[in-house]
């Protein structure tokens, strides 16, 4: 089946008591055990709820993977996929990563005796360059965040593979619908489902995919015994979105190919980070691996900090908030929001400059969201 129908059918058939053609929502603690060390499937529900197992099913078609795990939130699923390792294991990261990766890697992994090198984005070979004797995991975004650079995923498994490293990729900027990193060779795909999967800016949520049964296992016992599960309310709220994920990222891609178009040709604008432009370095990388673009931009504004405050400031649709990959449109300021616990020098290294504007761009009418910007910027 395509996309669209899996979507809303793998994982999620009528309930077999009642008929229902929406999965219910089983709100309950624990189940019945017809005697001693016999039960119906579901013992309690941080091991097992048949909502979470339905999300956790359509999650896994979306990514053309077998195992899907579902957790409380995207950093609760990257702290899974960290937990895979032990002391003295070394992981390379792309050097352009959500600032709360680096935090998590940088503040509470070393803890642990876990060891962390940065690989430059733009050059694949020093990815290869930065493997150890005790390298375990590559863990990279593609697009990145927040500057929306591509990473070859093929090429970067052929170098993860032939080490005997695992390859895990965030692919929440692309969603499923744009990107498949395990269809290109990822071991582990991983996903703040807080952003496009629900798509509608009112749950928090991760999830993790592999095709690897024994990864699967391993996660699995580590998502039981860590507990860090997301409850049957939020589960039933992103099954809902994603039913309608592919309507979504066609409209947030539309627009925001029309978005970027226009600030590439802004005066006030130094540049614009977009994959789906043409002039973009990396769009033939991005034609060739993805479907689509998605709906994420970020600019640099001439006139540094300032210009930012002031651009904000004039914005009435795009709303100054976290996240990203709702329904409606969100600015955000990387260098004091998402990428903060950063600091200033890796912000500078990594190119997070202090006139970096990240946009979310909503699925509202294009005309509205391009007038919303042109007044922002005619203040500059």
């Known amino acids: 089946m395509k996309f669209e129908t899996r979507a809303i059918h793998d994982g999620q058939q009528p309930d077999a008591p009642t008929g229902a053609i929406v999965v219910p929502v089983y709100q309950t603690s624990t189940y019945q055990q017809e005697a001693?060390?016999?039960?119906?499937?579901?013992?309690?529900?941080?091991?097992?709820?048949?909502t979470r197992k339905a999300l956790e099913v359509a999650i896994a078609s979306l990514?053309?993977?077998?195992?899907?795990?579902?957790?409380?939130?995207?950093?609760?699923?990257?702290?899974?996929?960290?937990?895979l390792l032990q002391k003295g294991d070394h992981i390379i990261a792309g050097d352009d990563i959500y600032g709360g990766t680096y935090r998590l890697l940088e503040k509470v992994f070393t803890k642990w005796g876990i060891k962390t090198s940065y690989a430059d984005i733009d050059n694949i070979d020093s990815f290869e360059n930065a493997i150890q004797k005790d390298t375990k995991l590559i863990w990279t975004?593609?697009?990145?965040?927040?500057?929306?650079?591509?990473?070859?995923?093929?090429?970067?498994?052929?170098?993860?593979?032939?080490?005997?490293?695992?390859?895990?990729?965030?692919?929440?900027f692309a969603s499923p619908y744009f990107q498949k990193p395990l269809l290109l060779g990822a071991d582990i795909v991983v996903h703040s489902t807080t952003k496009y999967l629900a798509g509608h800016s009112d749950i928090i949520g991760g999830a993790i995919v592999t095709?690897?049964?024994?990864?699967?296992?391993?996660?699995?016992?580590?998502?039981?015994?860590?507990?860090?599960?997301?409850?049957?309310?939020d589960c039933w709220l992103v099954l809902r979105g994603?039913?309608?994920?592919?309507?979504?990222?066609?409209?947030?891609?539309?627009?925001?190919?029309?978005?970027?178009?226009?600030?590439?040709?802004?005066s006030m604008i130094e540049r614009v980070y977009y994959p789906g432009l043409k002039t973009y370095e990396q769009y033939e990388l991005a034609k060739r691996q993805m479907d689509g673009f998605g709906g994420m931009i970020s600019i640099e504004l001439k006139g540094g900090f300032p210009a930012v405050e002031k651009f904000i400031s004039g914005l009435k649709l795009f709303l100054l908030a976290e996240s990203l990959g709702g329904v409606e449109s969100l600015v955000c300021h990387p260098a004091r929001m998402t990428h903060g616990?950063?600091?200033?020098?890796?912000?500078?290294?990594?190119?997070?400059?202090?006139?970096?504007?990240?946009?979310?761009?909503g699925i509202e009418n294009k005309i509205d969201l391009k007038n919303d910007l042109k007044n922002a910027l005619s203040s500059l």
């Not at 957790?71 to 609760?76: H, I, K, T």
């Open 341 to 361: 616990s950063l600091p200033y020098d890796e912000r500078m290294k990594r190119g997070i400059k202090d006139n970096l504007v990240r946009l979310s761009v």
């Open 36 to 50: 001693v060390g016999r039960h119906r499937g579901y013992e309690y529900s941080r091991t097992d709820n048949p």
């Open 63 to 83: 990514e053309e993977g077998k195992y899907g795990l579902a957790f409380a939130s995207g950093v609760a699923a990257t702290t899974a996929v960290f937990s």
């Open 242 to 266: 994603i039913k309608t994920l592919a309507l979504r990222m066609k409209e947030h891609e539309k627009n925001a190919l029309y978005l970027a178009d226009y600030l590439s040709r802004h």
């Open 211 to 233: 095709s690897d049964v024994k990864l699967y296992e391993d996660l699995k016992f580590y998502q039981n015994a860590a507990g860090a599960v997301p409850g049957p309310w």
């Open 141 to 172: 975004e593609t697009p990145t965040n927040p500057l929306l650079k591509i990473v070859d995923i093929k090429k970067l498994s052929e170098i993860a593979h032939e080490k005997n490293i695992l390859l895990a990729v965030d692919n929440t």
